[in-house]
């Protein structure tokens, strides 16, 4: 379900390409266990994917973190994700968080000012409430 979500209409033609012919390390497959979590259909598969694996967890939308968060689950944001590349000098922390403004994703624009003040004072990432943003 997560890779047909890449194919929407709302979704940007770079990672459309992407998504239509990934790289040789992804594998894209559906849970063994699906979960029915009241949820979108690619964050209950997201969610039952990370439980299986026992891995962490890449999730945006607030219920669905809550949701991850509640089974267990490390969960971690798009900006925190972003963070932690800035922090091991992978990315450009404000190029990176100024490209993904110019996609479909919905920012609060006080996360962004958060992570740019964190970058700026070199402030580790506060984990919040089980989770890191």
């Known amino acids: 379900m997560i890779a047909q979500e890449l194919q929407g209409r709302q979704t940007p033609a770079k990672v459309k390409e992407w998504a239509s012919r990934p790289p040789l390390w992804v594998e894209v497959r559906k849970p063994a266990k699906p979960e029915s979590l009241s949820l979108d259909a690619g964050e209950e598969d997201a969610i039952a994917l990370a439980m299986e694996f026992g891995a962490p967890i890449l999730l945006d939308e607030r219920e669905a973190r809550g949701v991850a968060k509640r089974k267990g689950l490390l969960?971690?944001?798009t900006i925190g994700l972003l963070e932690v590349a800035a922090s091991?000098?992978?990315l450009n922390?404000?190029?990176a968080l100024q490209a993904l403004q110019k996609t479909n994703i919905r920012v609060h624009p006080s996360l962004i000012q958060d992570?740019?003040?964190r970058?700026?004072?070199e402030q580790p990432i506060p984990p919040r409430d089980g989770y890191i943003e």
């Open 75 to 77: 969960v971690i944001g």
């Open 88 to 90: 091991r000098n992978l």
């Open 93 to 95: 922390l404000a190029d």
């Open 115 to 117: 992570a740019l003040k």
């Open 119 to 121: 970058k700026i004072g």
